[in-house]
């Protein structure tokens, strides 16, 4: 008996579709917020989530973990919270989803060294939470302060 089915092929099966995220990265410079507001009117208006990560400065390894993650108490502590209260009224008036995360780098060797670390952390988290752009903040004297970037 011939069921007709024979001569098809079957359909791909579709990958399940994840929520996109934009990921804003900012430090305790003047930057952070405009970075955050950026990124905050990117994922508003393609109905993103909001991830901003934030990586500071560690003197020792064994304050931190895999991918960056920091242990429970660390020498910049103090700024983290600073950075994550500076752009805090700035999410909570978003009206996106969001999360902050708190990364850490080795703060040893010259800037561009430690430039390369902070690159890296944040490419990292980039990857962990499946970014599909990211904003930062540019260089003073540029004319566009902040940028946003989709991975191809």
């Known amino acids: 008996m011939q069921t ?9 099966q579709r990958r399940p579709v994840r929520p996109r995220v934009v ?16 990124a905050a009117e990117h994922a508003r208006l393609r109905g993103w989530r909001l991830v ?15 991918g960056g993650r920091l242990g429970g108490e660390f020498a910049a502590q103090d700024d ?5 209260d500076r752009v805090q009224p700035t999410l ?11 990364r850490g ?18 490419l990292r988290v980039a990857d962990e939470v499946e970014v599909a752009m990211i ?3 540019r260089r003073r004297g540029s004319r566009r302060p902040v940028h946003a970037s989709q991975p191809a």
């Open 80 to 84: 983290a919270l600073q950075i994550i």
């Open 105 to 122: 780098y080795l703060a040893r060797g010259g800037p561009r060294r430690q430039a390369r670390r902070v690159a890296c952390t944040v």
């Open 23 to 38: 990921l804003a990265a900012v430090d305790n410079s003047d930057l952070a917020v405009p970075v955050i507001e950026a």
């Open 4 to 12: 007709g089915l024979e001569g098809r092929q079957s359909r791909p």
């Open 135 to 137: 904003v930062v903040g």
């Open 92 to 102: 909570d008036a978003s009206e996106v989803a969001n999360q902050v995360l708190v």
């Open 52 to 66: 901003v990560v934030t990586v500071i400065p560690v003197s020792a390894t064994r304050d931190l973990g895999e």
